[in-house]
């Protein structure tokens, strides 16, 4: 018979570091979207908005390596790392409705 | 006691209708928290009333009352919102104030049924009289029913009055969001004898209840609040939410798979429920910007002196913006892969989850709506956070937090030694219940338990008094 869902193998002591690491995508992604915004905002100098691309290249990095962990096939990885290459137009794309807006309601 | 809070400075009726939900909300909160200590202590005592109110009916009335207080809450911030964004008296308020205490009155048999008949025998007269066996949604049919008329009357004022006034984008947002909010509890109404399709429909209340209408709905809601509170642009705050109902919708329907994974449905909502799941948390990233972005940019437009008129509410929205991801995003995307939730699925991973994403997504703005009701309630300027205020954020936000780590911790434990350890089964779940690092796990979410239920208290304390205190100022 045909199994319903083969169980994928994961060693005891890999599963807080598959934790880890989805958490960790997680909180890169947050603080690249983070640094951006707050350098658009001028709260940071724009000069440091490189720190935010750090933040993406290791979120692109975390969310591979869980991908690899969980035993993804290499289909789904692909996908996810097209999908981190779309995240990281998506606070640029914000940002430039945001500046959009402004230009057509005013400032206060 | 509740009638303390007074809403005599309210201009409209419809507000006025909002703030009876929101005093029967904090008591369904309260009662809420109660059980769920008693919960909690069975986990570290099971004998604890044992036979007269066993963990399963603690656990019941537990997680209902989460959902009634929630909607009861939600319910009450419509009424305060819809007359401020339409600019118009709510239609059928009479019809509303009624439907409020059918409602009420229904909720009260419930609960008493709930708590002194319990369970009943296998029989279609249990579904429609007792309880319907399903977590969150266990309201007997004849409820249900109530529950529909009620919902209908609710959803028709606040449609009715949104087509009669000012159609804002917020507004717009809402009466859309209701609608399907509304629409799919008739999903969890019907029951039928096969587990695996009663389960299939189940979720679709309470999945794309709580990760896509409730999240659009808080989004509204945040939305709202940043406009009252600071100000903030009203154009861009529509812009964020219509951008966030996309991304919402757009991840949250299909993210549905994640909870068919182990059901009996067909095995390609396994890659439909990874893919989709995996995009959940970027609505949720995207709304934590949005509620930063318009703090910082607002206050730094109004010549930099902070321009917040309701300190408590902001707080809460804020907690809002943190507690949505962290419980909803990260705590939702530890295990929602497949590959993971094989071994994940049914562990306190799933209970840390919840405590937190329920707190965080919703509970947090909703406290914060109390606030904001209060401060219109009294006609005051602007509040300020009291003492009790701060307690209540400090209190219940650390023991939310407390308790999902302690959840987190038994979670982790039942995942090596129940499922990767000893392969899962009968014995293997009793043999990591016994183990220390499960028990200790368990007295820590009791204690973290208590201390919430004490921040309760000072927020009890705090919506009963700060009105008046701050009116006087």
């Known amino acids: 018979m045909h199994p319903l869902f083969i169980r994928p193998e994961i060693a005891a002591n890999e599963f807080l570091p598959i934790f880890i690491v989805a958490s960790l995508v997680l909180v890169f992604g947050a603080a690249y979207a983070a640094s951006i915004t707050l350098a658009k905002m001028g709260f ?65 | 006691m509740l009638t303390s809070i007074k809403s005599h400075k309210l201009q409209y009726e419809g507000q006025k209708l909002g703030m009876m939900y929101f005093r029967v909300a904090l008591v369904l909160f309260g009662a809420q928290l109660l059980m769920g200590l008693i919960a909690a202590y069975q986990f570290i005592n099971p004998d604890f009333l044992y036979g007269i109110f066993d963990f399963n009916v603690a656990r019941m009335v537990h997680i209902n009352a989460l959902v009634v207080w929630l909607l009861y809450a939600m319910i009450g911030s419509v009424y305060m919102m819809t007359p401020e964004e339409t600019g118009q008296e709510v239609v059928g308020v009479g019809l509303g104030k009624l439907a409020f205490w059918v409602l009420t009155l229904a909720v009260a048999v419930v609960v008493v049924v709930y708590i002194f008949i319990q369970i009943g025998p ?15 949604i266990e309201a007997p049919r004849w409820a249900d029913i109530g529950i529909v008329v009620v919902v209908l009357i609710f959803y028709f004022n606040i449609f009715a009055t949104y087509m009669k006034g000012e159609r804002t984008g917020i507004m717009t947002v809402m009466v859309a969001d209701l609608l399907a909010l509304a629409g799919l509890y008739l999903a969890g109404v019907f029951y039928t004898d096969n587990v695996s399709m009663d389960q299939y429909w189940w979720w679709w209340v309470v999945h794309l209840w709580v990760e896509a209408t409730w999240e659009v709905f808080v989004g509204t809601l945040a939305g709202f609040a940043l406009l009252k509170v600071i100000k903030a642009k009203r154009e861009i705050i529509e812009m964020w939410l219509w951008i966030e109902v996309l991304m919402l919708f757009g991840s949250g329907i299909l993210g549905l798979g994640h909870h068919y994974f182990w059901i009996g449905t067909p095995e390609y909502w396994w890659e439909i429920g990874a893919l989709f799941s995996a995009l959940e948390p970027v609505p949720l990233v995207a709304m934590f910007v949005h509620v930063i972005y318009d703090w910082g940019k607002e206050q730094g437009a109004h010549g930099g002196s902070p321009v917040i008129n309701n300190g408590p509410t902001m707080a809460w929205v804020t907690i809002n913006a943190f507690g949505n991801f962290l419980g909803a995003g990260i705590w939702g995307f530890f295990h929602t892969l497949p590959q993971v939730n094989v071994y994940t699925h049914g562990t306190q991973f799933t209970a840390a989850h919840g405590h937190l994403a329920f707190f965080g997504a919703y509970a947090s703005v909703l406290i914060g709506m109390f606030y904001y009701g209060i401060q219109k309630a009294y006609g005051i300027e602007k509040l300020k956070a009291t003492f009790n205020s701060k307690m209540a954020i400090v ?51 009791m204690i973290m338990g208590v201390v919430t239920f004490v921040g309760f208290v000072y927020l009890f304390i705090d919506l009963l008094t700060i009105g008046k205190k701050e009116a006087n100022n």
């Open chain 2, 395 to 445: 209190l219940i936000t650390f023991g939310v937090i407390g308790m999902t780590v302690a959840l987190t911790i038994a979670g982790y434990e039942q995942v090596l030694v129940e499922r990767a350890e000893l392969g899962a089964g009968w014995d293997p779940y009793f043999t990591a219940q016994a183990l220390p690092w499960m028990k200790q796990a368990m007295a820590w979410r």
């Open chain 2, 122 to 136: 296998g029989k279609e007269s249990t579904i429609w009289l007792i309880n319907e066996g399903r977590e969150y």
């Open chain 1, 44 to 108: 940071i100098s724009k000069k440091w908005s490189f720190i935010g691309y750090i933040f993406w290249v290791l979120q692109t990095y975390s969310l591979y390596d869980l991908a690899v962990r969980i035993h993804s096939n290499s289909f789904t990885l692909k996908v996810l790392m097209v999908a981190m290459a779309a995240y990281l137009f998506i606070p640029h794309l914000y940002f430039r409705l945001i500046t959009d807006i402004n230009k057509r309601y005013g400032e206060d």
